[in-house]
């Protein structure tokens, strides 16, 4: 509640100016927004103009709030009827598109991408279905934003990373073991943690996963933010 600030862009080149705009709104501020995949496209995509096919979806958006209200989960939902989904993607097109990745991988070039495409539907229930996604998922971090031309729902078992005071707490998904609910009795989070410090293959995954996210909770926003 209390908007104070808000940021919103299409432009490759202006996304940076979203952590810029916030960090210039001032301490103890509530953000929610988002940073769409586009926003961080192939080296070989030009770095100017739009990157996004849907025109209606920023490739940034934030609002800053001088306060929040905590509210309570949403009830689990009741069930709901199949809807017919549409993929953009035939089984040609995603043939072509993993087949470089693989050549990319066997070259030690990388060792993992994000392929993503969309799929679509008629949606009229937007909150029903974001319960439904948090109680699907078991999670502790969801999101719903919601504005007069689009809705994002999200539900995730990660923490990318929380700032309090001088000590940074990172959840990622990377070489992690599955837990239920985001809670695990003492002795099962210890054991847990001792497969992820043994396992090689999993140990490399979270050390990945380390490289990506500690550069950006180390540039993460001033300490009072949320």
């Known amino acids: 509640i209390e908007p104070v600030e808000a940021f919103e862009t299409f432009d490759l080149n202006s996304v940076q100016e979203a952590f810029v705009t916030l960090r210039a709104a001032g301490d103890g501020l509530w953000v929610a927004g988002y940073v769409a995949y586009e926003a961080a496209p192939p080296p070989s995509t030009p770095r100017s103009g739009s990157a996004t096919a849907t025109p209606t979806l920023p490739l940034a958006s934030f609002i800053a709030f001088r306060m929040r209200r905590i509210l309570p989960p949403p009830p689990r939902p009741g069930p709901v009827p199949a809807l017919p989904w549409t993929l953009d993607w035939d089984a040609e097109r995603h043939a072509a598109a993993v087949a470089p990745i693989h050549t990319l991988i066997a070259a030690g070039k990388t060792y993992q991408v994000n392929l993503t495409t969309r799929t679509r539907t008629a949606l009229r229930a937007a909150e029903k279905l974001y319960a439904l996604m948090l109680w699907a998922q078991r999670c502790s971090y969801g999101a719903l934003l ?53 396992g090689r293959h999993r140990r490399a995954r979270l050390i990945a996963s380390l490289a990506v996210v500690t550069p950006a909770a180390e540039a993460g926003g001033p300490p009072t933010s949320r």
Do not use: C, W, Y
């Open 146 to 198: 919601t504005n007069r031309t689009r809705t994002i729902a999200s539900a995730s078992p990660e923490l990318f990373f929380h700032v309090s005071a001088d000590r940074v707490v990172l959840r990622p998904m990377k070489g992690t073991a599955s837990i239920f609910q985001g809670h695990l009795p003492v002795g099962i989070g210890h054991g847990r943690a001792q497969g992820l410090r043994h």
